[in-house]
């Protein structure tokens, strides 16, 4: 037996590996996605503990799904979150696009470096500073219309995530289709409306998909913005872990890591389907 | 139907433009400047500020007041500034260390398969950072999965104490991070040309040097790029050392969060954050010039 592993020790030192390849690169590999995902599945497999507190194990059970699908207070702040998001993904994707259009159709002009830079200003600047400066400006004007602050500071900050993937669908696009419809006599707006849309289409739900996941889960410029009667999820879970660690917490933190990962799968899928398209 | 548009193409391009400039410029960069305004201002003791021109804010930072109303340095903020510097150096280190193999190793793989390892890469990146950090107090906390299988078995006696401490931190903005760091070496790894590492191999580089004189050097703009996106967004972190540092381990965005929410001195509040944004203007600016050089190396070569 220890001879056979010997054996096959030695063999596996004889063998050479290709130019580029390095001995141990898949274990780490592996050993790196247990690291990713491993708190995802333990706080997964605690929302299932039937005991009061997070860390006993008290045996199997779904009381706490239960629990918090009763609770009223969690019940809002999944509405405020969901009409947050929708109102910031619908307004950053508008803006994003005609955006997009321009940096992308344009040509080169001057105050494009510009531009670009200020599009995706939100994403260099640290959260916190935007948090922090945005309440500020809030409070300088007196503007205080509760969920409607959130979601003008949701709509700023996502206007990067939805502009990235219209503008890269946009810059694989090529413009034969356009001219073709032009030359045929289609207006410019008939153009646009009947061509440009329908091939940009799945950038633009790519793009509305990562502004609905970025507002969905921005927990911190929320937490500064909003007033008392504008918590959203994110914030209320927050609050929640100060109070003290229930699974309660691990149910609803279950759910909506569930939607995001639904989402995001979902736009895997549909920008994997935008590139094929492209290459045709 | 389209007869309300400009005519000229500069007046369509402008038209646009407007609105992302409108809507950033009015909720982002005029912000900025009021935050910067209110940095030079005096605090109001319930919040927001009196508009008495002062350096109070800044001078905090570095001084405090004693008994006989003295200026005397005080060395806890700028502990606190270091501390952040500190963890977001040594979680981008970690990140780099840990990422880069598995970049490697993701490229060397056939393409279809490659597509999918960076889909599981992104997916814990787009869930929510706040529970991602929360899985880790039930890892790392008090009877949580660590401690618990080692107190049982009677690997450890008493409690491993590894909460609220500054390892808790490092491994909490490692973990958030960790996708950012990947993600652009990929994409420069995705564009190296293994056929150089073939002539290097037959010009009689061994293994590391092929590796350290050949891949290294050609993917360090993605490498650059990605301790980038991991070094800002952690020098402005609040949730891992609020939930693993358990508030009291501070760093800057935590201190900033809390002149806000509950010492109500906001001009301090906005000095702090206006250093932090200055942090991120210079390291930008370095690697603004670091790809300048880099081009017209590139150019001239």
């Known amino acids: 037996m220890s001879d056979q592993m010997h054996q096959a020790a030695a063999n596996k030192g004889k063998k050479m590996l290709p130019v580029g390849h390095y001995r141990g690169l898949g274990a780490w590999t592996i050993v790196f996605f247990i690291f990713l995902y491993l708190p995802i599945v333990v706080l997964v497999f605690y929302s299932f503990n039937a005991n009061r507190m997070v860390m006993n194990w008290g045996g199997f059970g779904i009381d706490w799904y239960l629990k918090a699908f009763q609770n009223d207070d969690i019940q809002k702040a999944v509405w405020n979150s969901l009409i947050v998001a929708t109102a910031a993904t619908i307004f950053s994707t508008a803006i994003a696009t005609i955006g997009a259009l321009v940096l992308a159709r344009g040509g080169n002009f001057r105050g494009k470096t510009v531009s670009l830079g200020l599009i995706t200003l939100p994403l260099m600047v640290p959260e916190i500073v935007t948090a922090v400066a945005v309440l500020i400006f809030f409070s300088a004007i007196g503007m205080n219309w509760g969920l409607g602050n959130v979601i003008i500071a949701h709509i700023t900050f996502c206007i990067p995530f939805a502009f990235m993937p219209i503008r890269a669908r946009l810059e694989g696009m090529d413009t034969s289709m356009e001219q073709a419809a032009r030359d045929l006599y289609a207006s410019e707006w008939e153009t646009f409306r009947y061509v440009t849309v329908p091939l940009l289409m799945p950038g633009i739900v790519a793009g509305a998909m990562l502004a609905f996941v970025i507002s969905m889960d921005d927990f911190i410029i929320t937490l500064m913005v909003g007033g008392a009667g504008s918590t959203t999820l994110p914030v209320y879970i927050y609050s929640m872990i100060r109070r003290g660690l229930t699974p309660e917490i691990n149910a609803v933190c279950t759910v909506l890591l569930f939607v995001s990962i639904a989402i995001v799968t979902a736009y895997w899928v549909v920008s994997k389907k935008s590139q094929t398209d492209t290459v045709h | ?301």
């Open chain 2, 1 to 301: 139907m389209s007869d309300w548009l400009p005519k000229s193409a500069a007046g369509k391009r402008w038209l646009g433009l407007a609105p992302s400039y409108f809507v950033i410029g009015i909720f982002m960069l005029v912000p900025m400047i009021i935050m910067g305004v209110f940095s030079f201002l005096e605090p109001n003791p319930y919040g927001g500020v009196k508009p008495v021109g002062s350096f109070a804010a800044y001078v905090k930072i570095f001084f405090e007041y004693d008994l006989e109303d003295q200026l005397v340095f005080n060395p806890g903020y700028i502990n606190i500034i270091f501390r952040s510097f500190q963890l977001s150096f040594g979680a981008t280190l970690l990140c780099l260390v840990f990422g880069f193999p598995v970049a490697y190793y993701i490229t060397l793989q056939p393409e279809n398969r490659r597509n999918f390892y960076i889909y599981l890469v992104t997916i814990p990146f787009w869930t929510n950072l706040l529970i991602r950090t929360f899985a880790w107090i039930i890892i790392l906390g008090r009877g949580g999965v660590i401690e618990t299988p080692l107190l049982a078995t009677g690997i450890i006696e008493k409690s491993l104490r590894m909460m609220y401490t500054d390892g808790a931190i490092a491994i909490g903005l490692t973990y958030s991070y960790l996708p950012l760091m990947v993600l652009p070496i990929y994409a420069s790894l995705e564009k190296l040309d293994f056929r150089l590492l073939e002539a290097a191999s037959d010009l009689y580089a061994n293994r590391f040097e092929v590796m350290t004189k050949v891949v290294i050097p050609l993917c360090k703009p993605g490498i650059i790029a990605g301790c980038l996106l991991v070094f800002i967004p952690c020098l402005g972190a609040f949730i891992a050392p609020n939930l693993l540092g358990g508030g009291k381990k501070l760093m800057l965005g935590s201190l900033v969060q809390f002149q806000f929410a509950s010492a109500r001195n906001w001009p301090f509040g906005a000095a702090l954050s206006m250093l932090l944004l200055s942090a991120v203007v210079i390291v930008l600016i370095f690697y603004a010039r670091a790809a300048k050089n880099r081009a017209a190396m590139e150019g001239s070569a």
